[in-house]
């Protein structure tokens, strides 16, 4: 029995999703809403005392982090196996995991933040915001939901997520080889890792950025046409608009 306590529009959620789509693992989920802050219930903390998504439950037994998780679904379910033979490759693929939540993700949240979530946590009527807010324990981010209440983006935190993205779409380039995946000829954990970012960066209006980038372009071509990654998307009645000013910027 696998259990995944997930927000569709979490890039550390679609990342699971994934790997349970490619290893074909049926799975329950029980979503968690982030902009009603159910992630910071007292219910919820007691299974992920960080209040963060995703926490997957097999067999009543809980696993935190996302990278945990998919490497734990790798070993607890081992066919079709998600990580290279070769020890090298195997060490090739946890440092995408890594680089991923200690640099990608960043660069996605701030870029999120500002064109997906700030307009509708702006559409939000200030009383219902602020009862929202009452229930959060960081005095400080409250503050900055309450601020972004204001919709417009923040020119200069956009700017910066895209110069990131512009050195994680050259690093992509420059790990892969025409017609293969991130870490070899196989399709693994590496993949896996980064297929949120190709995602993202499509739902956001910002796949332009791969332009120029053809061997790079390719594998984003094949990683959002993957079954388990079509599967993996959040169904249209849960997927957060790119919409207003942020649609218009992005041409969308």
């Not at 007691?46 to 809980?62: I, Q, S």
């Not at 607890?76 to 990580?83: E, G, R, S, T």
Request: proline residues 7%.
């Amino acid at each position: 029995m696998i259990e995944l306590w997930h927000e569709w529009n979490s890039v550390h959620s679609f990342k699971v999703r994934v790997a349970l789509e490619e290893k074909r693992i049926p799975w329950q989920g029980r979503q968690v809403e982030l902009l009603k802050f159910e992630h910071l219930q007292p219910d919820y903390l007691k299974l992920n005392p960080a209040g963060v998504v995703p926490t997957l439950v097999h067999d009543e037994r809980v696993v935190t982090e996302s990278s945990v998780i998919c490497q734990y679904l790798d070993d607890a379910f081992p066919q079709p196996p998600l990580m290279p033979a070769a020890p090298h490759e195997r060490a090739q693929a946890r440092a995408w995991l890594k680089y991923f939540d200690d640099e990608v993700h960043g660069a996605v949240r701030i870029a999120s933040f500002q064109l997906l979530y700030r307009p509708l946590i702006a559409a939000l009527p200030r009383e219902a915001l602020r009862a929202r807010l009452t229930r959060h324990p960081d005095p400080q981010r409250a503050q900055a939901f309450m601020e972004a209440a204001g919709g417009q983006p923040d020119a200069s935190a956009l700017a910066g997520a895209l110069e990131r993205f512009g050195r994680i779409v050259r690093r992509v380039d420059a790990a892969l080889q025409p017609g293969a995946w991130l870490v070899g000829d196989a399709f693994s954990l590496a993949d896996v890792a980064m297929a949120p970012f190709a995602e993202r960066l499509e739902h956001l209006g910002l796949d332009n950025l791969w332009a120029g980038y053809s061997v790079a372009q390719d594998w984003v071509r094949r990683i959002l046409a993957r079954a388990s990654v079509l599967a993996a998307r959040a169904p249209q009645e849960h997927r957060f608009p790119l919409a207003g000013a942020a649609a218009e910027r992005t041409g969308r």
